[in-house]
């Protein structure tokens, strides 16, 4: 049924809705739950029709009080934030802490929700009765109120904010940089947001996907006056949106440019090799001469080969083991060994992995 009420919500389909839920009300056995009303209350907001919607949602809330879930909570302090209805947010709020324990999740929805109102004062409130209540320090909850204070032009009190979360344990992470990056951006600050910039790049390495955000690291790139940061910055953009065309046009035009590469620059070639196997691209990379890209090499051979389970790239894989392994030779590491008898497990490679657990075994 919540299918067929977001389908007709998505068509404007008024008159389809209403005889769902009177045929649902007609039935006596039909088991009603929260769910329910807040698809109804979804669909008649997509037509337009705030007004029932809103009915919607106090129907739905009659029954989570009697269920006591905590996603409905959530659920309806969104839904009521997306609405406008400040207030309700607050009442479901206080209702939500009085019937549940309240756990990171809750308050990241109230917070954002009360944002959606730009009522930082609010927000802040709750943001302090999480922090004095909490262990965890959930630095996603802080990024909230950054980015907020970050969009207003209140750069000293984001970073106050940074500081605090340091200070007790949490880590900031590459949301937190690019919002504060991209407040001294709006504020004329150049070369903060550069360094700004340049935390977040070190964080996110390869992994991280900007989503939403891709608008601001082209904005915030196009004042850095194409520097190696810069590219750095669009070449993982364009590895994670799986973009290759544009990363390659941009690996030719650093050429152009006499523009070298540091080890961001490598990983994230070797990378983009890997996910195309496109395995001369990836030997041809690695044999630039940086003894600590043999992890990347290996790496790359293995996003290869999990895209084509031809025996031929594990082949090559297990051969990239064996060039580790002289990159190694004469300057000992057991992190080293460690990560090559992992890998040859990985390939079956038992003599492999006998052998240099008897070398980790010599080590001091």
């Known amino acids: 049924m919540g299918i067929r009420l977001n389908a007709f919500g998505a068509t404007s389909d008024v008159e389809a809705i209403d005889k769902t839920l009177a045929m649902m009300e007609s039935y006596p056995n039909f088991v009603w739950d929260w769910t329910v009303y807040n698809n109804a209350a979804s669909s008649y907001a997509k037509a337009g029709l705030l007004d029932k919607a809103l009915e919607m949602l106090k129907k739905s ?56 109102f730009d009522d930082l004062e609010s927000a802040k409130k709750i943001f302090d009765e999480w922090e004095s209540e909490n ?34 344990g949490g880590k900031p992470n590459q949301t937190t940089w690019l919002y504060i990056a991209v407040g001294y ?9 550069v360094v ?8 996110c390495k390869l992994g991280w996907k900007p989503r939403k955000m891709v608008d601001h690291w082209v904005r915030l790139v196009s004042v850095l006056a194409w520097t190696l ?40 070639r070797l990378s983009a090799f890997g996910a195309t196997s496109d395995v001369e691209g990836i030997d041809k990379t690695g044999n630039g001469g940086i003894r600590s890209q043999f992890c990347l090499r290996l790496e790359s051979l293995q996003i290869a080969a999990s895209g084509n389970t031809e025996a031929g790239l594990l082949d090559k894989a297990a051969e990239m ?15 080293a060994y460690e990560f090559l008898t992992t890998h040859s497990a990985k390939f079956g490679k038992k003599d492999d992995v006998l052998r240099l657990l008897g070398t980790l075994q010599e080590e001091p």
């Open 229 to 268: 940061l810069a590219y750095n910055v669009l070449l993982n953009l364009y590895y994670q949106t799986a973009n290759y065309k544009k990363h390659e046009s941009h690996i030719h035009e650093m050429q152009e440019k006499g523009i070298g590469h540091d080890k961001f620059t490598m990983g994230i």
């Open 196 to 203: 700004a910039m340049e935390e977040a790049l070190v964080i």
């Open 185 to 193: 951006f709006q504020n004329n600050e150049t070369q903060k947001a």
């Open 61 to 116: 809330e009659e029954l989570i009080l009697e269920t006591k879930c905590f996603r409905a909570y959530e659920f309806l302090i969104t839904q009521y934030s997306k609405f406008g209805k400040k207030d309700d947010v607050i009442r479901l709020w206080e209702l939500y802490k009085k019937n549940q324990k309240v756990y990171n999740k809750g308050y990241a929805c109230v917070i954002s929700s009360l944002l959606r």
């Open 321 to 335: 083991l064996k060039k580790s392994e002289e990159l190694i030779t004469g300057k000992k590491s057991n992190r």
């Open 135 to 168: 262990e965890y320090y959930d630095i996603r909850i802080v990024n909230f109120l950054i980015g907020a204070y970050s969009r207003k032009g209140l750069l000293q009190e984001a970073k106050n904010l940074i500081d605090g979360a340091k200070l007790k």
